[in-house]
């Protein structure tokens, strides 16, 4: 008896163990949810309308991190795309165009380049170029936040407030006209 307890007392501890090291992996790689609630407003985190954004933090084309809690207090249209997704490619003038008009106005547009996707990052260098994309692009080469928002068609768009709740989501290409009114319709 006194053995069937030892090792099921050691099984525990081994679990504690693993979980400990997957948990800590998990926040390593940005996947974990700080909560599944925000403490300070008590709304709930995840990627449904009405719910808080999870945070990220990925790097820009220029190497540069950008996390979207650092964005609170602004409106932001958040685009994950890929450079050989015609959906994609044929949003593109759109989303530049509604960046360029509303830039000033408490909106931020963030692409997020599905970067494990893509065959090479020159190939996304070049088709900024192409499409003249002035709003920052962050690479996604490791599938996380594309997995943390459970993206599965291209392109995906979210539409958050400025209190960091996702207020629309779009799969499939949408419009200049379908992005302004979204964005004209939350804080």
């Known amino acids: ?97 509604f960046h360029e008009e509303h830039k000033d106005q408490n909106v931020v547009v963030i692409g997020i380049n599905l970067s494990y996707t893509e065959d090479s990052i020159e190939d996304v260098s070049t088709f900024l170029r192409k499409y003249n994309v002035t709003f920052p692009i962050l690479k996604d080469e490791k599938a996380r936040v594309a997995d943390l928002f459970a993206i599965h068609s291209y392109p995906t768009t979210y539409m958050i407030d400025s209190s960091g709740v996702i207020r629309q989501k779009f799969q499939g290409a949408i419009t200049y006209d379908t992005m302004k009114t979204a964005m004209d319709s939350m804080n």
């Not at 403490?39 to 790097?59: C, D, H, R, T, Y």
């Not at 540069?64 to 795309?81: I, P």
Request: one cysteine or more.
């Open 1 to 97: 008896m006194k053995n069937i307890r030892n090792m099921l007392v050691g099984f525990f501890l081994a679990g504690l163990v693993v979980w400990g090291v997957y948990d800590h992996l998990r926040e390593q790689n940005g996947l974990k949810l700080q909560e599944n609630e925000d403490v300070i407003s008590g709304m709930k985190i995840g990627i449904q309308e009405g719910e808080i954004a999870p945070n990220f933090k990925l790097s820009s084309m220029d190497n540069e991190e950008m996390s979207l809690t650092e964005l609170k207090g602004k409106r932001v249209l958040l685009n994950f795309w890929a450079t050989w997704c015609p959906p994609c490619r044929a949003e593109m003038p759109h989303i530049e165009k």
